[in-house]
Nanobody, 125 residues
Framework: VQLVESGGGSVQAGESLRLSCVVSGLTFDSYAYGWFRQAPGKERESVASISRGDGSTKYKDSVKGRFIITSDSAKSTIYLQMNSLEFDDTAVYYC???????????????????RGQGTQVTVSS
């Protein structure tokens, strides 16, 4: 199983980035997915989650209205569109997968069966 993130970079506050996570080695539609991040000296925090079954999404309060999580089954890819980026969004961003064969709506995922290696997002103020 592989989850490979890309799309990170260095941007100014207020700008946007779109992260991608290509998933392989598992049945894409049998999993729920999420993005989480970790900044130096801080605890890991979940940012957004999506259920493949009903397409429902959940977000951390501080990113609601700015971040959008989507999925593309044909491409086995999860996306995180990040708009109006803030300095506090600076972190390594990871995608993760959790088995969810029945496609139930999930909360903001905190534990994952699989995760990627991460992509760095740096926002300067």
């Amino acid at each position: 199983v592989q989850l490979v993130e890309s799309g990170g970079g260095s941007v100014q506050a207020g700008e946007s980035l779109r992260l991608s996570c290509v998933v392989s080695g598992l049945t894409f539609d049998s999993y729920a997915y999420g993005w989480f991040r970790q900044a130096p000296g801080k605890e890991r925090e979940s940012v957004a989650s999506i259920s493949r079954g009903d397409g429902s999404t959940k977000y951390k309060d501080s990113v609601k209205g700015r971040f959008i999580i989507t999925s593309d089954s044909a491409k086995s890819t999860i996306y995180l569109q990040m708009n109006s980026l803030e300095f506090d969004d600076t972190a390594v961003y990871y995608c993760g997968a959790v088995l969810n064969e029945l496609g139930w709506s999930v909360g903001l995922l905190k534990d994952f069966d699989y995760r990627g290696q991460g992509t760095q997002v740096t926002v300067s103020s």
